[in-house]
């Protein structure tokens, strides 16, 4: 005999006002991902990194890309050594590029979920006035 167990997930809001407030803290937090991505960006750059970044938009969690750049004299310097250190698939560039765009992409993820909460708290809000509207 087989038993099967049906399951069923909802997520019960008790108030919008919740659910935007929600939004707000994960607006903030994509906001204090994205500057830190950023300093840390902004810091190596200064160092003599050559990695580059290009934002699409000035907000923290815009969307970002992120590139090995190619500098005559990186810090790491240009000997055997330093090659070593900087190339290949577990080289210093290619796993900062990839760590830097993923702070990025977790800043901008983080700004667009709080953007739907935002979006589903105004939707709940319309439908409740809605539907009183249309008992009154």
Same mark, same amino acid.
């Given at each position: 005999?087989?038993?099967?167990?049906?399951?069923?997930?909802?997520?019960?809001?008790?108030?919008?006002?919740?659910?935007?407030?929600?939004?707000?803290?994960?607006?903030?937090?994509?906001?204090?991902?994205?500057?830190?991505?950023?300093?840390?960006?902004?810091?190596?750059? $200064? &160092?003599?990194?050559?990695?580059?970044?290009?934002?699409?938009? =000035? %907000?923290?969690?815009?969307?970002?890309?992120?590139? /090995? !750049?190619?500098?005559?004299?990186?810090?790491?310097?240009?000997?055997?050594?330093?090659?070593?250190?900087?190339?290949?698939?577990?080289?210093?560039?290619?796993?900062?590029?990839? $760590? &830097?765009?993923?702070?990025?992409?977790?800043?901008?993820?983080? =700004? %667009?979920?709080?953007?739907?909460?935002?979006?589903? /708290? !105004?939707?709940?809000?319309?439908?409740?006035?809605?539907?009183?509207?249309?008992?009154?």
């Amino acid at each position: 005999m087989t038993t099967v167990v049906r399951m069923q997930q909802g997520i019960a809001v008790e108030s919008t006002a919740d659910l935007h407030s929600a939004a707000v803290v994960m607006d903030s937090v994509a906001d204090a991902v994205g500057r830190a991505v950023r300093v840390l960006s902004d810091t190596l750059t $200064l &160092l003599g990194d050559p990695i580059s970044v290009q934002c699409n938009g =000035s %907000a923290p969690q815009s969307e970002a890309v992120v590139t /090995a !750049g190619s500098g005559d004299s990186p810090p790491w310097g240009t000997d055997s050594y330093g090659k070593q250190f900087a190339d290949g698939d577990s080289g210093y560039v290619k796993l900062s590029v990839g $760590l &830097l765009q993923g702070g990025f992409d977790l800043a901008h993820t983080l =700004s %667009a979920f709080a953007h739907g909460m935002r979006r589903a /708290a !105004g939707d709940l809000d319309s439908a409740e006035a809605n539907a009183t509207a249309a008992f009154s």
